[in-house]
């Protein structure tokens, strides 16, 4: 088992940042560790992923260049940093861990996840 607690949320106006972190406990080796995000009335998506080494990472298209994820092995925690944020990416973000290494932006392949954290962009 894989315990994952989010926190970091927050509103924050266009153009601002914030830091979310998720910090793991348990069984912690797994291969890669992501973020999700779900606004209202709308499906979970894909954020970014990066691997156990935090040597691979992937991000999905709408946050390249404003969000950067990362890890500290030493404190078993996750961190995505946002960066530029737009109302568009107000969601609740959850993070969420998995032992498989495909469908690095798959829901379905994660097995872990957290409870979610909500992140508010005004306009």
């Known amino acids: 088992q894989v315990q994952l607690v989010e926190s970091g949320g927050g509103l924050v106006q266009t153009g601002g940042s914030l830091r979310l972190s998720c910090a793991a406990s348990g069984r912690t080796f797994t291969t890669y560790t992501g973020w999700f995000r779900q606004a209202p009335g709308k499906e979970r998506e894909f954020v970014a992923t990066?691997?156990?080494?935090?040597?691979?990472?992937w991000y999905a298209d709408s946050v390249k260049g404003r969000f950067t994820i990362s890890r500290d092995n030493a404190k078993n925690t996750m961190y995505l940093q946002m960066n530029s944020l737009k109302p568009e990416d107000t969601a609740v973000y959850y993070c969420?861990?998995?032992?498989?290494?495909?469908?690095?932006?798959?829901?379905?392949?994660?097995?872990?996840w957290g409870q979610g954290t909500q992140v508010t962009v005004s306009s």
């Open positions: 990066i691997s156990r080494s935090g040597g691979s990472k």
């Open positions: 969420a861990a998995k032992y498989s290494l495909g469908g690095l932006d798959a829901i379905d392949s994660y097995d872990y």
